[in-house]
């Protein structure tokens, strides 16, 4: 449980905030676009030192994309200070993210200085909470069923979870601006770990949603270098959760054991958001199928509640995974572009510092060797012993000092938004195996659509 990281008397504070309701004008009901935003804007005004409301774009007919920030500097950037992000309702007619997450912005302005735990998070993560990606699809459901026939894709009929470009396959969709601002958003931040909140399921899924052939595993995995971290976040979630981990099935379709899944495993997806967040930001993302149905009764609000709280909390906490530092020159001048990873885990998007020369890698307790390489000089290597750093609300901390008399200022190169892994499988396949490839990739995709 998350109080297990401070004293005991201060572990008692922590379960009596959570288990105990606070005093609070939100109610449990659907709040609609009005309703919302007069929230946001009153929690901003109302607790101006600790958030920051900021609109990152508009929905195809005009509705403000909004996000309410949170933390001891919500208006910008701090060196060492991570990035968070929860993003609920990209899916309009799954309705019970976008309440949850209006809850946790209440739970988390009333218990700052009261709860040590809530405290030491606002401290030391900036925390960005984007209720509604889909607030024209929201409106557009109109009645409460666990399967809406309306709302689920944004007024341009378009799914946004399928929106985004994708690494192993070429995404003919045309981007939505509700997905252009998610993607703008990510550029202009430098977010570390994020969470998406669904419905229509229980169970927490982690990259990859898409794959290839040759790389799936015998399980019907598709895995990142970084399985391990995913499968962890997706168990602090489920563990946390009061029923999750319990891994029951929500309509008699199937099982996830522990309440978990690797994405692809559970279905094939193209243009996902989580895949996106990994590759191209630079963000571990999973998503959070919270609610069996996609759009519940009010009446039932306050259960789902009580079933997330502390599982919303706890998975902030794994932002500080791992390690983190800078990447400086001998004068102590960041070096932005320097690409830092641990041995035996590159990525195929490589992870840049960015304009402050900050890095942030996360990373299971163990001993790990990094690598920090600038362009036209010799690398760096470091062995790093990481302990359990959630517990102290800060990872490992970790500096490159370059020696380089003349470094120059590097360009911040970004990789393109193209298929990455595919070609080069493609490229390496004979041209008589590709149709047996394709047909056994088809073949692939209808057993699990159907399964």
């Known amino acids: 449980m998350y109080w297990s990281s401070v004293p005991k008397a201060m572990g ?213 270098v970084d399985d391990d971290v995913f499968v962890h976040l997706a168990r602090t979630y489920a563990n946390n959760h009061a029923t999750m981990s319990q891994g029951g099935s929500c309509h008699n379709v199937e099982d996830f054991p522990g309440g978990i899944t690797n994405g692809y495993a559970w279905y094939r997806l193209l243009g996902g958001m989580q895949d996106y967040n990994y590759i191209w930001a630079q963000c571990f993302e999973i998503t959070l199928e919270v609610s069996c149905c996609q759009y519940p009764p009010e009446h039932e609000l306050p259960s789902f509640w009580d079933d997330n709280k502390m599982a919303l909390i706890e998975y902030i906490k794994q932002v500080h995974l791992g390690v983190k530092g800078r990447v400086l020159d001998k004068n102590e001048n960041p070096i932005p572009g320097a690409i830092v990873e641990v041995s035996g885990r590159q990525h195929v998007c490589p992870y840049r510092t960015r304009e402050n020369g900050e890095y942030y890698l996360l990373l299971l307790p163990g001993t790990y060797i990094l690598n920090a390489t600038i362009t036209g000089s010799v690398s760096l290597l470091h062995e790093v012993h990481i302990p359990n750093t959630t517990a102290n609300f800060s990872a490992q901390k970790l500096d490159f000092i370059f020696p380089d008399e003349k470094l120059g200022r590097l360009e911040l190169t970004s990789c393109p938004e193209v298929p990455l892994y595919s070609p080069n499988y493609y490229k390496n396949t004979s041209t008589a195996l590709k149709p047996c490839i394709n047909f056994l990739i088809l073949i692939h995709g209808l057993y699990v659509a159907f399964r």
């Open 12 to 224: 008692g504070l922590c379960l009596v905030s959570l288990l105990l309701p606070l005093a609070s004008a939100l109610d449990f009901g659907y709040h609609h676009t009005e309703e919302m935003e007069a929230f946001l804007k009153a929690v901003s005004k109302n607790h101006s030192s600790i958030t920051h409301l900021y609109s990152i774009g508009q929905s195809v007919q005009g509705r403000d994309l909004w996000v309410l920030a949170l933390g001891r500097f919500p208006t910008q950037h701090r060196i060492g200070i991570p990035e968070f992000k929860y993003v609920a309702n990209m899916h309009g007619d799954e309705a019970v993210g976008r309440e949850l997450l209006l809850h946790l912005i209440d739970l988390l302005v009333t218990s700052d200085q009261h709860d040590p735990v809530i405290t030491r998070l606002i401290d030391s993560t900036r925390i960005h909470i984007l209720p509604s990606m889909n607030p024209d699809g929201f409106e557009a459901t109109k009645e409460f069923d666990c399967f809406p026939p309306f709302g689920r894709n944004n007024a341009n009929f378009e799914d946004l979870n399928r929106n985004f470009p994708d690494v192993f396959d070429k995404n003919n969709a045309t981007i939505q601006p509700e997905t252009r601002a998610v993607m703008d958003w990510l550029k202009n931040e430098m977010f570390v770990l994020s969470a998406n909140l669904h419905g229509g399921a229980l169970v927490a899924s982690y990259p990859f949603d898409n794959g290839y052939l040759g790389e799936i595993t015998l399980q019907g995995n598709s895995k990142t």
